[in-house]
């Protein structure tokens, strides 16, 4: 089991904080490219940022469906945040595609915006949620 397996079947309900040594847990079939040996991680990726694979648009899908599962089964009645980050090294700006990639994750996350139920905040505005609701 990994330790995405295992977080669903204990039934968190937040993880943060994933970082590559969290793929020394899985098979090398499920690591974002077969490249993400032990020995690389060990050596090299161990705090990277952990990622859902090298696909672009694969990744943007796997994303979206992410936050349309989390606001499907948030407490609306509560502040809930995803954060997105992308690591400097994750797209290659030499690559014609990666502006490509970009502008699509832009218009998905517009067209969660605008299906309602699910806004785009700062950081500052989700702590002033947070502080509203808590008050």
Known sequence: MDWASAAHKADFRFVDGVVAAHYLSMPIANRP??????????????????RLADGASDDVDAVVELIRLVADN?????????????????????????????????AQIGELVAEGGIPWATEHEVYDAFRAARH
């Open 74 to 106: 948030r407490d609306p009645g509560r502040v809930a945040k995803i954060d997105i980050a992308l690591d400097i090294g994750y797209l290659d700006p030499t690559d014609a595609t990666a502006d490509d990639v970009l502008d699509y994750f832009y």
């Open 33 to 50: 490219s077969p490249s993400w040996t032990d020995a690389f991680i060990r050596g090299r990726a161990y705090r990277y940022a952990a």
